[in-house]
């Protein structure tokens, strides 16, 4: 199967693993920089999630730079096999935590009206980025699968 642009070993495919990890760590850095961040366990999932998206996509992105450096391809059945379920497993967690975070921020704004008491900016702005993140893992996640499935 012909490389598509997206998928591992490509430049673009590179650039997607780049935005993944710029995404996630700004989403972790600016949550984990309030204060009451632990206090709320949406808030916590979505540190954790985003950490693991960090260390998943920059492992990633080094092999799509050594790939792309010494003109291997990265088509493999098993190659293609690992990421196609790590990624389906790191945008799902990844999804799921900027929903969860995306809910306690609408609580806390809306419904309670604390946000004067609360970093609510902050909380917003990691949530933007968490489902930043998962933008830009869905097409990793869809291109490997297409390219396993159509083996």
Not at 28 to 48: E, G, I, Q
Not at 132 to 145: D, G, I, K, Q
């Amino acid at each position: 199967m012909k490389d598509v642009q997206g998928m591992p070993g490509t430049p673009g495919g590179l650039a997607l693993r780049v935005c993944q990890f710029v995404f996630a760590a700004a989403a972790l850095v600016v949550m984990a920089t309030t204060s009451d961040f632990p206090s709320v366990t949406a808030f916590c999932y979505l540190v954790a999630a985003a950490g693991l998206q960090c260390l998943w996509s920059l492992s990633l992105a080094i092999a799509d730079v050594y790939a792309l450096l010494v003109m291997r391809s990265l088509q493999n059945h098993r190659v293609i096999s690992f990421f196609t379920v790590g990624d389906g497993m790191i945008s799902t967690l990844t999804f799921a935590a900027a929903c969860a975070s995306a809910g306690i921020t609408v609580l806390i704004d809306n419904d309670l009206g604390s946000c004067a008491n609360n970093h609510c900016a902050q909380f917003e702005t990691a949530t933007a980025m968490a489902f930043m993140t998962w933008f830009s893992s869905l097409p990793s996640f869809l291109l490997n699968f297409w390219s396993l499935a159509s083996r």
